[in-house]
């Protein structure tokens, strides 16, 4: 019984290690609301103080949109260093507040959510963050910078009495390519503030306008 107690609390620990991104292992993307039908993959890179010790990501995501609001579905498999691998869905929705086709700034508004398991522990990852992104334009292809500083909400729980929530400041930010065919590239960065403790993503990611 009370390695079983030690057990349980040494997860609830575990669980207020805060988790950077949208969903396991890669970074909240807030680069502006999708217009039509896309979809991407991406591989993530954690660092030591992210969830498990560090680890890799691979995920796939899907998007669709009307350009001032679109919706996200995502997926993630996070392989941390300690522990077995973890998978987790999610989803988002974005609302541009300022910009558009002929504005090169854009600034959105977004919502997520994502749930996982380790072990017994079920955790429920909600960021709130604010999108601030640009677009410089090329003859063969457009660059587009952008950041968004949010608000992390991660809940734990074991059972209906065993449950921690954490709130912590997290922001990401990224360059998207562009090209005329739909093909597009990312790279982006996830940090999250944490008492002290600073994890972080870096993630490469290929998109495709379909």
């Not at 910078?145 to 997290?170: K, M, Q």
């Not at 990224?174 to 870096?202: C, E, K, M, Q, W």
Request: charged share 10%; proline share 7%; hydrophobic share 45%.
């Amino acid at each position: 019984m009370i390695r079983r107690a030690l057990l349980t609390l040494g997860m609830l620990a575990c669980a207020t290690a805060p988790a950077a991104a949208q969903v396991l292992g890669l970074p909240v993307i807030n680069n502006g609301a999708p217009t039509g039908i896309s979809i991407g993959a991406e591989v993530g890179f954690a660092s030591d103080a992210y969830f498990g010790g560090g680890g890799n990501a691979i995920g796939a995501h899907a998007s669709v949109g009307l350009g001032f609001f679109g919706v996200t579905a995502a997926i993630s498999r996070y392989a941390p260093k300690s522990g077995d691998p973890v998978w987790a869905p999610g989803a988002s929705a974005t609302l541009r507040l300022l910009g558009g086709p002929l504005v090169p700034f854009r600034i959105t508004m977004q919502a997520g959510a994502s749930r996982w398991t380790v072990g017994d522990v079920q955790f429920t990852h909600v960021p709130l963050s604010i999108g601030l992104a640009a677009t410089i334009p090329n003859p063969a292809f457009a660059i587009k910078p952008w950041i968004a500083p949010r608000i992390d909400y991660l809940h734990s729980s074991l059972t209906s009495i065993l449950n921690t929530s954490d709130v912590h400041f997290g922001i990401s930010g990224g360059i998207d390519v562009a090209l005329l065919n739909g093909l597009s590239i990312r790279g982006a960065y996830d940090r999250t503030s944490n008492d002290g403790a600073h994890p972080s993503i870096f993630s490469l990611g290929l998109g495709f306008a379909l």
